[in-house]
Nanobody
Framework: QVQLVESGGGLVQPGGSLRLSCAASGFTLDYYAIGWFRQAPGKEREGVSCIRWSDGNTYYADFVKGRFTISRDNAENTVSLQMNDLKPEDTAVYYC??????????WGQGTQVTVSS
């Protein structure tokens, strides 16, 4: 059973930084990609960033380019999201998602990020 456990959320002032981590366990095959989504109150869940397992290619949503950096540690089975220059509109629950195939994917439980002065 694949498990994804996020950590690192919290309250930060505008312009501050946070680092989210997602620890993955229970998978025995290579996955296609792993990354981060977020959902703000009253809004749909949206993709933030992901990294492809095979070649390490990364994707960033336009609204985080230049501010967020995704990285992975294959030895530790973790993926991290370094978030800099945070804005109030980044406030959301951040979810880790692992995509094995188009029909098989897993979500973490989410971690709250609040950007407020």
């Amino acid at each position: 059973q694949v498990q994804l456990v996020e950590s690192g959320g919290g309250l930060v002032q505008p312009g501050g930084s946070l680092r989210l981590s997602c620890a993955a366990s229970g998978f025995t095959l290579d996955y296609y990609a792993i990354g981060w989504f977020r959902q703000a109150p009253g809004k749909e869940r949206e993709g933030v960033s992901c990294i492809r397992w095979s070649d390490g290619n990364t994707y960033y949503a336009d609204f985080v380019k230049g501010r967020f950096t995704i990285s992975r540690d294959n030895a530790e089975n973790t993926v991290s999201l370094q978030m800099n220059d945070l804005k109030p509109e980044d406030t959301a629950v951040y979810y880790c998602k692992m995509v094995v195939t188009t029909a098989e994917y897993y979500w973490g439980q989410g971690t709250q990020v609040t950007v407020s002065s």
